[in-house]
């Protein structure tokens, strides 16, 4: 194994995990592929990976210290598969949690990890289905060492400088935030900091949303007829991309979408939510710190499951967007 280049398993090969396994590649480094659809194994085997058929040939297929990089959903399928992975590995062996589990659980794992001579890491992951060009940015919980020494992964995962402007007064300090990775703390820190961007990510998202909807309802027959004005939402959100204070990357996925359609037909507005909205707000609640916005915004994604709006189709939207995420059939 060369200085830079390093082998692991990626568990879990869906919208995040194949694209996480393509950059690794990409970057040098060896991937061993599993999920238990055969299917995306095979895809990415025929890429350049190691495909097998069971976690028994995961760790058949790794040389110690053992690197598995977990990309499933949160909850039981997670849950059962670092449990396997803690019993089939041998002390050394690192266990990368890289999806949205409750920092709590982190924790927990953490302990039991090391009750059997295992590393436990938790990676709060954000790029969506962009991140395989655009790089994602990595917040990482774990103790110092075992983190170290898988930086080369996150090194390469990560999004690097790109065009971005340093920001004055950094210099001379740990670059690694720069280059869009971070160690958070120790274990649950990296999903903690990942649940609160996943929270404000919410407030964003709900306030273009709701001026979005300010916007088209200017043209209600409902006003009077010398207020109305039918403006244009895809040249709206194109101009404010460009130069406003309220740029970002989700105005520039509300622009995409609108160019694409400008009333969002294929949106119903049924917003769902994958939990860390409410566990950003529980923990609010925990240090009674006032969320207000926060908290709105989650509400405002359970009003839209029995009315919808088009703010609701532009929140789906971007959902879709950044993250692929498809609605729920009600």
Not at 140 to 165: C, E, H, N, R, S
Not at 228 to 255: K, Q, Y
Not at 265 to 280: I, L, N, R
Not at 288 to 315: C, G, I, M
Request: net charge negative.
């Amino acid at each position: 194994m060369g200085v830079l280049e390093m082998r692991l398993a990626v568990i879990g090969l869906g919208r995040m995990g194949a694209n996480i396994s393509r950059r690794l590649m990409r970057g040098g480094h060896q991937v061993v592929a599993y999920d238990r659809n055969q299917d995306s194994v095979r895809e990415l085997a025929g890429e350049g990976a190691t495909g097998v058929a069971s976690l028994a040939e995961v760790v058949a297929a790794l040389d110690a210290p053992r690197i598995f990089w977990v990309m499933l959903p949160a909850g039981a399928p997670t849950e059962e598969t670092i449990a396997a992975l803690a019993a089939a590995a041998q002390p050394g062996d690192v266990i990368i949690d890289g999806g949205n589990t409750f920092f709590k659980d982190d924790i927990r794992r953490y302990r039991e990890c090391a009750g059997h001579g295992v590393h436990y890491v938790d990676v709060g992951t954000s790029g969506g289905v962009w991140g395989l060009e655009r790089g994602y940015c990595l917040m990482i919980g774990g103790d110092k060492q075992v983190v170290d020494l898988l930086d080369p992964i996150f090194d390469t995962l990560a999004p690097g400088y790109g065009t971005i402007p340093r920001t004055p007064g950094r210099d001379g300090g740990d670059d690694r935030a720069e280059r869009g990775y971070i160690h958070a703390g120790p274990a649950g820190a990296g999903h903690f900091v990942k649940m609160v961007h996943n929270g404000i990510e919410y407030g964003l998202m709900q306030a273009y949303a709701e001026g979005f909807d300010i916007l088209r309802g200017r043209a209600s027959d409902k006003l009077p007829e010398d207020q109305r004005f039918t403006v244009n939402l895809p040249d709206i959100a194109e101009v404010w991309r460009r130069g406003s204070v309220i740029s970002s990357w989700l105005l520039d996925l509300c622009a995409l979408e609108l160019a694409a359609d400008h009333d969002l037909h294929q949106f119903s507005g049924h917003v769902a939510d994958s939990g860390e909205g409410q566990w950003t707000v529980n923990a609010a609640m925990e240090e009674a710190v006032p969320a207000n916005v926060l908290t709105a915004a989650l509400f405002a994604r359970y009003r839209s499951r029995t009315e919808d709006s088009f703010a609701d189709k532009l929140l789906s939207a971007m959902r879709f967007g950044f993250g692929g995420h498809v609605e729920i059939p009600q």
